[in-house]
């Protein structure tokens, strides 16, 4: 397909070895376009996490290939991979050292990166994030769970990746400041012209932030739609319409609907 | 007249830090019958303190007072530790958020819903053994022998979540408090595990205190709500009248979640005026 510019053909990742071995992915594609934001959507161990650490290259695929402008990528992934494609993970508690400041988190990638005269550019990234430059200096227990995920946001958007991958980004955060970081992850991808790749087991954060979602279960694609059809109600797999009943709250007096795999 | 089951008035839970006094629940009060009653806010808003507190379970070093603390009548405030030790497991119980955490790891499920049923009745293993299998099958566990000798490790979220409240329910409580019973669980899991639990209490006519941070989730199940905000209610509605909330702080909340029924760009954001804490 012309225009994608980061591609999935049969992925495929296991663990284990011999008996013991488990597909969390399976014969898995997908293809992201330029400027598209896609969401994966599915319910714990349905395998959505396990793709994208597979395209970071933190997990080693068994199968398939994974291309980025057209070419497939290697392993290890190499810099030039990183300044395009950043991560941003779920727990904003668990994915920042908590031994280094602010200042720190932020300085690494451009150190690696070997980016001269990081220090505007670390305010730049905190301004962009909505931060002042007074948390530069703060250590991670010394701020909030949104302003974590603010930081995370910060680090990975630091080195002016095209593609982000975000991993259950508001899942661990209380309703309010979800909003709060939905709505900057709008206006980043906006402002910087970003791609996203979201993962979540929330329907609606899915629909509000992607165009375009693939439901997964068991490691395989269930279902390719748009959140316009989410809306409207008009899924075709009966799990994508199981899934969209279950999120509209409980409801007393079962209509004899099973939701049960 | 019957007294309600449950009276909270005025309670404060304080925990002292080399900052000062940390107040976690400010001079709450409420009371609960034999009903569904939702306490619903963000996390540091002291629902869950409330919770423990009217259990005994607050963590030390908190301070726990209140003008009045009863339940069934007993005064819990009055009531020695060995008194609350045996109404708590009994008569009330609760439920935690994450089963991965709050079952024993190194006991079978069966070994621990037993351990909790004897605690309290004087029974034998096989009376227990037979009744737990009972209690799984009321929570629509399908093969409560089979789930009876599994670790905890080896049950899914959702199963371990049955097997907490099935654990719970056993000894026949009045009053179950549920804390984010659902939280750690999958969309179509968590309604399986509400429509257990709405049954149950249904049947036994007990009374439910379920705390979460998920006002739509308490709406479409509670008979009534509790919103908490920095450690006091701002506001209690009836489930069905959800939409003439008053305070800005519940509107607000209801207003900033990503809905699929409507599309809006940029999400509402709630904005916190210092008043609201005061």
Known sequence: MAGAILEARNLSVRFGVGRLTIAAVEDFSFALQAGESLGLVGESGSGKSTVLRAVTGLNKPAGGTILLDGTPLAMPRGLAFYSAVQMVF?????????????????????????????????????????????????????????????????????????????????SALDASVQAEILNLLEQLRRDLGLSYMLVSHDLAVVAHLCERLIVMRGGRMVETTTAAALRDGSVTEDYTRAMLAASKGFARAPAGTSLSP | ????????????????????????????????????????????????????????????????????????????????????????????????????????????????????????????????????????????????????????????????????????????PDLLIADEPTSALDVTVRIEVLRILDQLVAERGMGLILISHDLEMVASFCDRILVMYAGRIVEELSSGNLDQAQHPYTRGLMGCVPKLSGDRHPLPVLTRDPDWAR
């Open chain 1, 90 to 170: 779920q727990d904003p508690y668990a994915s920042l050292h908590p031994r280094h400041t602010v200042d720190q988190i932020l300085a690494e990638p451009l150190a690696i990166h070997r980016v001269a005269d990081p220090q505007p550019r670390i305010l730049a990234a905190l301004d962009e994030v909505g931060l002042g430059p007074s948390y530069r200096f703060r250590y991670p227990h010394q701020l909030s769970g949104g302003q974590r995920q603010r930081i995370a946001i910060a680090r990975a958007l630091i080195l002016r990746p095209r593609i982000v991958l975000l991993d259950e980004p508001t």
């Open chain 2, 1 to 172: 007249m019957k007294p309600s089951l449950l009276e909270v008035e005025d309670l404060h839970v304080r925990f002292p830090l080399a900052q000062g006094m940390l107040e976690a629940v400010r001079g709450v009060s409420f009371t609960l019958g034999h009903e569904r009653l939702g306490i619903v806010g963000e996390s540091g808003s002291g629902k869950s303190q409330t919770g423990r507190a009217i259990l005994g379970l607050t963590a030390k070093p908190g301070i726990v007072t209140a003008k009045r603390l009863a339940f069934d009548g007993i005064d819990l405030m009055e009531a020695p530790p060995r008194l609350r030790r045996s109404l708590r497991g009994s008569r009330m119980t609760m439920v935690m958020q994450d089963p991965s955490y709050s079952l024993n790891p190194v006991m079978t499920v069966g070994q621990q819903i037993v351990e909790a049923y004897r605690a309290h009745k004087r029974v034998s293993q096989a009376e227990a053994r037979e009744a737990a299998r009972a209690m799984l099958d009321a929570v629509k566990i399908s093969q409560p022998d089979r789930v009876m000798a599994l670790y905890p490790h080896e049950v899914s979220g959702g199963m371990g979540q049955r097997v907490m409240i099935a654990m719970m329910l056993i000894t026949g």
